[in-house]
């Protein structure tokens, strides 16, 4: 049996998150609160991959001569998910057909 205190998973939990779950929930398992929030919004969201959030990258420029000199990265929350990282309705990436060039038709 490990020990609780020393457990990895213990120590990433965030306490005032445990506690506004426990008000919100009441004394209830927490799969039975995974499945509540699972009704509302079922699918998992495709843009952030769950997590709520999203990286947008800009390029830094020098203000001296006008060159970039490295990329910032900015963390917005997810317009998809509106932040949850769950959607209510499935969404499914776009399919788009390009064309590269031509090629001679077969005439044989």
Known sequence: MSNITTDPMVDSVNYQEVERLERM???????EIIKRVLKNRPYVCPKCSGSGKVHKY?????????????????ILECDLCDGTGRTVQEYVPKKVVT???FVLKNLT
């Open 25 to 31: 929930f009441g004394d209830v398992k927490l799969s």
């Open 99 to 101: 064309y590269d060039g």
């Open 58 to 74: 800009e390029d830094e420029w020098s203000p001296y001569d006008m060159r970039i000199v490295g990329t910032k990265d900015i």
